[in-house]
């Protein structure tokens, strides 16, 4: 099996306010690429692509959300780093049968029609890293 060739697919940040924290970023230039509500994580994302990745900016939309635990313990700022891979089932297959520790299984549905996964802050040096894999044809 052909390992993945691992590029970054953008940079996570949670914040309490989307709309005012994009407003900053559009001030630099940025534009708004794709906003949405990811319901099953209680979150609102927007996608500010930069030269040669993106920052996806996530909000709660409840207090019971991931993202609002992680505000309420840690505040703003970089939430996880994201790297595109091509066969994200067989990645993840590949890391448990290594003992790396896993948050996700099994691949999830993520923002844009993506799957996606997440790898244990522990086994990162204590960064949440996620596995995105696009749909056919997105870039």
């Known amino acids: 099996m052909a390992e993945d060739r691992l590029q970054l697919d953008h940079l996570g940040v949670a914040v309490r306010d989307l709309e005012s924290q994009l407003a900053t970023y559009q001030a630099l230039g940025l534009t708004v690429a794709h906003q949405e509500h990811i319901a099953q994580d ?12 993106r920052f996806e900016f996530l909000a709660p939309t409840a207090d019971s959300s991931p993202v609002a635990r ?22 993840l297959e590949r890391l448990a049968a290594l003992g790396v520790r896993l ?14 996964a997440f790898i244990h802050p522990s086994a990162t040096g204590g960064v949440l890293l996620e596995l995105v ?3 056919e044809g997105s870039s």
Do not use: N, W, Y
Not at 70 to 91: I, N, Q, S, W, Y
Not at 103 to 116: K, L, M, N, Y
């Open 42 to 53: 209680e979150v609102a994302v927007a996608f500010v692509p930069f030269v040669g990745g």
């Open 103 to 116: 948050i996700d299984q099994t691949p999830r549905q993520g923002a844009e029609g993506s799957q996606v």
């Open 70 to 91: 992680f505000l309420d313990k840690r505040g703003p700022g970089l939430h996880h780093v994201a790297l595109t891979v091509t066969r994200l089932a067989e990645t």
């Open 133 to 135: 894999q696009r749909p």
